[in-house]
């Protein structure tokens, strides 16, 4: 009998709706319960409405569904997160604490929590960055996610709460539309380029960060939380690599398909943020440890991308 009984806050995102789909295709529609502010009109699947920083609604809805696993994915993201900087410390912490405050009340068995490159700093070296270094974030999100990962540590070391967490670098998908980070860029990019319209970047051309395709970063998580847990010996959050690239570096590679893209850059304040955050992400551990590898190039994404978004454009 499959026991595994998930619950996803923050279903809707960029992350968590292509997550949830890939549970529901691991575990079976009936085991996983997503959940959000709102439903939206085209999911499939149970669905319960869910503000994280409520703890009575999650609790209630862990208890009720008798939920074993927890994947916590809501969060107000690096550059959206700056022009509220207090709300968005308040709900990105008060959302997390609950979660782990239910998953110990309820001896839940597994719990997914998401960091970010954003948790590193100017002190953090540029170059490759390695799993052990100074962080001291430039961004209120950055400063929620590297606490997050210390909650997540203590958690663990003291009442045994085997919560799991990756640094998320810029997740690269067909499937959702980003929402308010600062390597959207490399998504918006893609839905100008196959509508045969200009794009006009926010970051200067040659801001080299560190990304990953989405199958990739769904790859990684569901790996990560089926590794045993003796082999888990980061309990803050392991560094996760996809590739890195700059946004002209990007511009090349869809002008190989679609000669007559047009790009300019108008770097915003989302600038300051991407310099802050190194290029090149050192993963060692997360491959040592439970046996990490990333999959995809910036030919392949750039491929998968455009033919996926002319698939939707032509079938809308
Ligand atoms: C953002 O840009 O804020 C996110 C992230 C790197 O965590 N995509």
Redesign the pocket.
Same mark, same amino acid.
């Given at each position: 009998m499959n026991t595994t009984k998930i619950l996803v806050v923050g279903a809707n995102g960029q992350l968590g709706s292509v997550l949830t789909q890939a549970l529901q295709t691991k575990y079976g529609i009936e085991q996983v319960i997503a959940s959000d502010l709102y439903q939206k009109p085209d999911f499939n699947g149970n669905f319960e409405i869910l503000d994280g920083t409520n703890f009575n609604q999650l609790h209630e809805i862990v208890v009720r569904h008798g939920i074993t696993q927890i994947y916590h994915l809501a969060a107000i993201? $690096? #550059?959206n997160g700056e022009k509220d900087p207090l709300r968005t410390w308040d709900i990105n912490m008060k959302a997390l604490l609950n979660v782990l405050e239910v998953g110990r009340i309820e001896s839940i068995d597994k719990i997914f929590y998401p960091s $970010?490159? #954003?948790v590193f700093g100017n002190s953090a070296p540029k170059g490759i960055c390695p799993q052990e270094t100074f962080l001291d974030p430039s961004t209120v =999100?950055g400063i929620s996610k590297a606490t997050g990962e210390n909650w997540a540590n203590y958690y663990f070391n003291r009442y045994g709460l085997d919560v799991r967490s990756l640094r =998320? +670098? !810029?997740?690269i998908g067909y499937q959702s539309l +980003?929402g !308010?980070? /600062? /390597?959207?860029y490399a998504i918006d990019i893609f839905h100008k380029a196959v509508c045969d319209e200009p794009y006009t970047c926010f970051l200067a051309k040659d801001t080299r960060l560190p990304m990953i395709f989405m199958d990739d970063a769904i790859k990684a998580t569901l790996q990560l939380m089926e590794a045993p847990k003796e082999s888990i010996r980061t309990r803050t959050s392991y560094n996760l690599a996809g590739l890195s690239f700059t946004p002209e570096e990007i511009a090349a590679e869809i002008k190989k398909i679609i000669p007559n893209f047009a790009i300019s850059y108008e770097p915003d304040f989302r600038q300051q943020i991407a310099e802050s955050w190194p290029q090149v992400i050192d993963d060692k551990e997360a491959k040592a440890e439970w046996g990490w590898q990333s999959n995809y190039t910036l030919k392949d994404i750039t491929e998968t991308m455009i033919l996926k978004l002319q698939e939707q454009l032509t079938f809308a």
């Open positions: 993201l $690096s #550059a $970010s490159i #954003a =999100y =998320y +670098p !810029g997740v +980003p !308010g980070g /600062t /390597t959207d």
